[in-house]
């Protein structure tokens, strides 16, 4: 296997998927060496067939807003790989989604899953729906109507969504009252991130933060170091930044700066308990503006508008946001600011020439596959939970999870530890994965 040939074929075969080539292209320079050790992966074409999704549905949603206008906004679910398990991964609801968006992520989703140690395949979907500025109800409508064509495409042992940037708790609510009603069962493990009465695991709002600091400190760990005391810089301020920070905080370490569209909210003496509880607020408000922060807190909170996080000196960034959020121009100015640890949350966060910026300059860097993992491990503990009708105390899943992320950490220094005794997390990460799922593709057969 030759990692410029496949991608020459890709890249004439899918002109302008920008995000799904570009996370290929990672995954496949990580395996190249170890794959080509392995002759049976050769011979029954294992590349060729993991970087294709199973199948893709694509659908039309239509539902009508509060001023009684109709809308349509196109749905998608990317059901890429079931060797290791049922179909699992989130929905995104966000303006700029495209088919390519939605297979680069369903394509890390199956590497990811395969190193939570828990049977699950990979999977994504979501909407170009743009939850900015709509109303609760109208959430609500376009849920509905969603779920309307997705419901006979998923199940419990099937394919199981959960929620992504713009989907949370609520829409979760929305999807899954809807499932039911055209299921006419309560199949509770169908979706996962559901509200605590009603099936949903204690600590999976807060398991994808959680999950990755607990990776950063085994990371840091390893490398002789710790969290506490050090000030840490976090991107968005969603679900994900919001469990972060509260990690965070935990630990001892100091969360100087959160970000939105719009700008950054610098934090000089660090967030506290009122601040992260007022990111809830700003999310459900729909308005996605972290200007909201510096306007409800002026004492504590300094906005710029038009920066990013990585114009504030930090030791430790965390992106928590999007996709490429974090570019070689912003990496050179968080190295430049003194920064030497940077673990991704966000899936893809970094750029190509952002990763390598840091890798080749000492810093500690690891990927989203890794980093993130904590949120879908615990939405495969909520699947067992659903499964056997039973809920466990906040205690059972955070040993859990724990045990999660050192395993994950354990494969990436496996996998990735290179001569000098510096771990590589990007290729640990990619070849653990990739082992996982390539041998169970070999020995299903041909199929
Ligand atoms: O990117 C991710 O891993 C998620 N959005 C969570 C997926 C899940 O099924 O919990």
């Not at 601040?275 to 972290?290: F, H, P, Q």
């Not at 038009?306 to 974090?326: H, M, R, T, V, Y």
Request: glycine content about 12%; hydrophobic content about 40%.
């Amino acid at each position: 296997m030759k990692t410029a040939e496949i991608m020459a074929k890709l890249q004439a075969k899918y002109p302008g998927e920008n995000e799904y080539l570009q996370a290929v292209q990672e995954v496949l320079e990580s395996i190249e060496d170890v794959y080509n050790q392995h002759p049976e992966f050769e011979k029954a074409k294992i590349v060729e067939r993991i970087v294709e999704p199973d199948r893709i549905f694509t659908f039309r949603v239509t539902w009508v807003d509060d001023k009684g206008e109709v809308q349509t906004n196109l749905g998608y679910r990317i059901q890429f790989n079931s060797a290791i398990g049922p179909y699992k991964g989130g929905l995104r609801f966000h303006k700029a989604v495209t088919p390519s968006m939605l297979k680069f992520l369903g394509f890390e989703q199956t590497f990811k899953n395969a190193l939570t140690t828990l049977p699950m395949g990979g999977a994504k979907g979501g909407s170009d729906f743009d939850p900015v500025g709509k109303s609760d109800d109208e959430i609500m409508r376009f849920c509905q109507a969603f779920m309307l064509e997705l419901w006979n495409c998923i199940g419990p042992d099937q394919d199981v969504p959960a929620g992504d940037v713009g989907v949370g708790g609520r829409e979760i609510g929305y999807l899954y009252g809807m499932y039911k009603k055209l299921a006419r069962q309560y199949n509770t493990g169908v979706l996962t991130g559901k509200g605590g009465t009603w099936g949903g695991s204690v600590l999976r709002p807060e398991a994808t933060g959680f999950g990755a600091l607990y990776l950063t400190q085994h990371i840091l760990n390893h490398a002789g170091k710790s969290i506490e005391g050090k000030t840490v810089t976090l991107s968005g301020f969603g679900n994900v930044a919001w469990g972060a920070a509260t990690k965070a905080v935990q630990l001892g370490a100091k969360v100087v700066a959160i970000s939105g569209p719009d700008g950054v909210c610098h934090i000089p003496d660090g967030i506290t308990k009122e601040m992260i509880d007022y990111m809830l607020v700003m999310r459900a408000s729909n308005r996605n503006k972290v200007e909201d922060m510096a306007v409800k807190f002026p004492d504590k909170a300094h906005f710029t508008a038009g920066k990013k996080s990585w114009s504030i000196p930090c030791d430790i960034a965390l992106p928590s946001a999007f996709q490429n959020e974090l570019s070689e121009d912003d990496a050179k100015e968080l190295v430049a600011n003194g920064c030497w640890c940077c673990c991704e949350i966000s899936n893809m966060g970094c750029q190509p020439g952002a990763i390598h910026y840091f890798q080749s300059h000492g810093i500690i860097f690891a990927p989203g596959k890794a980093v993130n993992a904590g949120g879908v491990a615990t939405s495969g503990l909520e699947m067992t939970q659903n499964a056997t009708h039973i809920s466990w105390s906040g205690q059972e899943v955070d040993d859990k999870l724990h045990y999660i992320m050192s395993s994950i950490h354990e494969q990436c220094v496996k996998f990735g530890t290179q001569p000098d005794g510096t771990v590589d997390y990007v290729k640990g990460a990619n070849i653990a994965g990739f082992m996982k799922v390539a041998q169970a593709m070999l020995e299903q057969g041909t199929i």
